[in-house]
T-cell receptor, first 116, second 109 residues
Framework: GAVVSQHPSWVICKSGTSVKIECRSL??????MFWYRQFPKQSLMLMAT?????????EQGVEKDKFLINHASLTLSTLTVTSAHPEDSSFYIC????????????FGPGTRLTVT | GQNIDQPTEMTATEGAIVQINCTYQ??????LFWYQQHAGEAPTFLSY??LDGLEEKGRFSSFLSRSKGYSYLLLKELQMKDSASYLC??????????WGAGTKLIIKP
């Protein structure tokens, strides 16, 4: 159980375009979803936390107008990278937490974004 | 401030035992997580400790000392597939995970 999917698994886009990444919890309801970014050989960097039905909370230094997060249902959150630039190229990973007394985060397989 | 420290890299031999240490300082504490991450893949959950002591799960064990702000992950009977990065993460008072930079474990035959 506790499977999280991400789509797409990899994407190449041109500078200036927008890319949407989907994160779904397949067999549980995720009250909270997290979006991370990871550059090569570096640790996970939390970008934002989103709770279903409310606005996402962004970490310091993360532009909320550039990285749009929508957590429309208990099983789906989306991250849209707007006006992408080459420096946005990274590994984007979502995780989901069921809530209640459980604190474990279940990770999606990640999306590798390359902006040319 | 919040800080997680773990070694950058460790090397061990197939079949041996290795211990990966982690020290943490976070605003509040709601438990310590260990995740395994293979290159190019997302992290997978290994263990969660919130009480002092050792939790054993097959070849992997995790230890926590809250008074010392210290945890370790113990891997026994190492296999080549255990070559990966091991991430230590402390959950703070807001139930946010504060991540360490990860320890790259290299297993040699």
């Amino acid at each position: 159980g506790a499977v999280v999917s991400q789509h797409p698994s990899w994407v190449i886009c041109k500078s200036g375009t927008s890319v949407k990444i989907e994160c779904r919890s397949l067999d549980f309801q995720a009250t909270t979803m997290f979006w991370y970014r990871q550059f090569p050989k570096q640790s996970l960097m939390l970008m934002a936390t989103s709770n279903e039905g409310s606005k996402a909370t962004y970490e310091q230094g993360v532009e909320k107008d550039k990285f749009l997060i929508n957590h429309a249902s208990l099983t789906l959150s989306t991250l849209t990278v707007t006006s992408a630039h080459p420096e946005d190229s990274s590994f984007y990973i979502c995780s989901a937490r069921e809530g209640g007394d459980t604190y474990e985060q279940y990770f999606g397989p990640g999306t590798r974004l390359t902006v040319t | 401030g919040q800080n997680i420290d773990q070694p950058t890299e460790m090397t061990a031999t197939e079949g041996a035992i290795v211990q990966i240490n982690c020290t943490y300082q976070t605003s509040g504490f709601n438990g310590l997580f260990w995740y395994q991450q293979h290159a190019g893949e997302a992290p997978t959950f290994l263990s969660y400790n919130v009480l002092d002591g050792l939790e054993e799960k097959g070849r992997f064990s995790s230890f926590l000392s809250r008074s010392k702000g210290y945890s370790y992950l113990l891997l026994k009977e190492l296999q080549m597939k255990d070559s990966a990065s091991y991430l230590c993460a402390s959950m703070d008072s807001n139930y946010q995970l504060i991540w360490g930079a990860g320890t790259k474990l290299i297993i040699k035959p």
